[in-house]
């Protein structure tokens, strides 16, 4: 069973872009969340969708969105790049938001702002 | 905001030895979990205890849960160089079921 995988896995961008991280969870899975980690804040919670529907979200300005597609397929984006936004965005997957489990991650895509 | 806070933030033993991680948080909790991250990787699951459940064990884990005192700590028996990571306590609250993380603790495990 595949796991979850993040596409691109390293990029640089500068300040002022806009970036497209690519998550597609494992098969079955209709839960994805995206998770932001930097070493002075740790691991902050961005959103979750959940069958198309964003279903929570963090604490994060807008120019943090997502999306989630009729595959579970996520993709999330980060317009006017600051350079604050270097980080490492984690994924996760899990079968269901009803009942606790655990997340399973992918790789993470680590974006460098320049 | 984290809503588990990890102690000690680093530690370093050498192999063989055994491991203790604490996590407190600060509000009620619907479950708590733990995972390990090996550096710059994707986060792996290693354990999941409910409010009702007071330790679980998973091959050289022990997990135990004070709801009391809002605390858990993990226990990593015998410990090889492999396990060195950083290990992350996340807690669930609420109606959300959405894991909040701590910011970990550094595990060194010296050969």
């Known amino acids: 069973k595949a796991g979850v995988t993040q596409t691109p896995r390293y990029l640089i961008k500068t300040r002022g872009q806009q970036v497209t991280l690519s998550c597609s969870p494992i098969s079955g899975h209709r839960s994805v969340s995206w998770y932001q980690q930097t070493p002075g804040q740790g691991l902050q919670f961005l959103f979750e969708?959940?069958?198309?529907?964003?279903?929570n979200k963090g604490n994060f300005p807008g120019r943090f969105s997502g999306r989630q597609f009729s595959n579970s397929r996520s993709e999330m984006n980060v317009s006017t790049l600051e350079l604050g936004d270097s980080a490492l965005y984690l994924c996760?997957?899990?079968?269901?938001?009803?009942?606790?489990?655990?997340?399973?991650f992918g790789e993470g895509s680590r974006l460098t702002v320049l | 905001s984290q809503q588990g806070e990890e102690d000690p933030q680093a530690l370093s033993i050498q192999e063989g030895e055994n491991a203790t991680m604490n996590c407190s948080y600060k509000?009620?909790?619907?479950?708590l979990q733990w995972y390990r991250q090996n550096s710059g990787r994707g986060l792996v699951h290693l354990i999941l205890?409910?409010?009702?459940?007071r330790e679980k064990h998973s091959g050289r884990l022990r997990v135990t849960l004070d709801t009391s005192k809002k605390s858990s700590s993990l226990l990593i028996t015998a410990s090889r160089a492999a396990d060195t990571a950083s290990y992350f306590c996340?807690?669930?609250?609420?109606?959300?079921?959405?894991?909040?993380f701590g910011r970990g603790t550094s595990l060194i495990v010296h050969p």
């Open positions: 996340a807690t669930e609250s609420g109606g959300s079921y959405i894991p909040t």
């Open positions: 969708y959940f069958s198309e529907t964003q279903r």
């Open positions: 996760a997957s899990r079968l269901t938001v009803v009942d606790p489990g655990e997340l399973f």
């Open positions: 205890i409910r409010s009702n459940e």
């Open positions: 509000t009620s909790i619907n479950n």
